[in-house]
């Protein structure tokens, strides 16, 4: 029996990455032949399995030094109907790759601003006068590189293997703790895991209005991993608020925790609960 | 007497349009003569003011739609010697600028990726099977941009004007309600204005982190207009907190609100008082 995931393309791309690596998990636990689909964005991905195109969906959440993918949860806001079954967390190592033969050659640097931005302090000080430009996707980038262009790419030590093109510096991320949070997407609730996801909006924007959605965690020690706002799209200072909280939707105290959740806010969406798996750089 | 105010560049961004505002203003105001100083990204906009190459800089903090301007924040509480003077609520508007005969004709679209995700309907209903691809502001966008070309631009009205460049389609971001606010910074404090902003980081990752700081406000009947998280760039999973809140630093309550949050606090920065000037299509 085979299984469709598709993820952000083309092959080289961190989310490609993540696919890869859960592919392998599957395998190993379930012996079904995982296939994977590169869509062109991320909107794509997500509407790919919406759609029914598709088995699974794996797509970036969350970046340790550049924050939310804002698109990944307006879409699971939107589109209502996608449950979070697993979150994987992969080491992000970026490289410079180019066909130059040193730096001082460089002179563009092409990557998805999510990368440049995450090397943004080691381009300024070894290229500062280097032009970047914004590509759709770390592998994009590749594409500008052309044998004896001085053109460089930042994207992934897999990626300079795939393509076969020369890496002219290594670890070039202005933090060495970078990672990027992942989520597996499937129409299928999982109800087992140690963390569950939710977003809300509230009824009116008066002093307290997020506190007491809180406070509903708080009073019984249920602690909160991460909370996103994120806007309404009705008006400038209308907010969503995304949590991710520790506990499974199956416990009492969760339970108890979203039932009372549900008298302070308008809309409630549960995303699912579900594991956090580590990968480590390949 | 003459002032300087940095924004990203080139002429035709939305961020121009803001300093231009501005800068009417301040000579209506001041009758001083305003200087605008274009830079080439939002981190250098603020860095030209805090290494006093500039008096002031106009840059974006929040879309509607798309939400934070993450750079901002960041750049805010690394500098932490920029203090907010005033904030400019500008109405967006977005066109499609090309030299091509018609929307059947165009094959590219370029431009911020901010704007592109801001028509990302309008532009799968009329331009299903175009090429998206991202520029470092709407303006670069316009340099794609050749007589007799295929390839077509979203930005303002203005830009159109600016570059000369035939208007294809209107008003095409998705949400009517679509506007960016800027914040005016400088390296003196205002002490006057509706609106306070600060930031902070949290001691431990315990049940109710959050709640305790929210809570100093809650009961004063102090109300948050935003709050936004940051990652901490330390480890995923640690967050800074960025808020609005309706007040002056000089008011009794805000005044104790602030004591008692450095207490539930790890680093604590107040980027001052302001007021929220709402700016009209030009």
Redesign the interface.
Known sequence: MTISIAHLGPSGTYSEQAAVAYANILHQQTKQEPILCPYPSI?KTLKAIATHQVDLAVVPV??????SV??TLDMLWQLDILRINLAL?LPIAHTLLSHADSLANIETVYSH?QAL?QC?GWLEQFLPRVE?????STTEALQKLGEGSNAGAVASPRAAQLYNIPILASSIND?A?N?T?FWVLALSESTIGSHTSLAFSTRA????A??QP??V??K????????????S?????D?LFFIDLEGNTTSPSVQAAIAELAMHTEILKIFGSYNVLSLTKN
């Open positions: 909107a969350e970046n340790s030094i550049e924050g804002a698109v967390v601003p931005a943004q970047l430009i914004p590509t759709n933090y703790e990672c949070r924007n008066i002093p307290g997020l506190v809180l406070q965690f708080a019984r020690g249920i602690n909160l991993s991460r909370i996103e706002s994120r806007p799209k009705r008006s400038l200072g907010y």
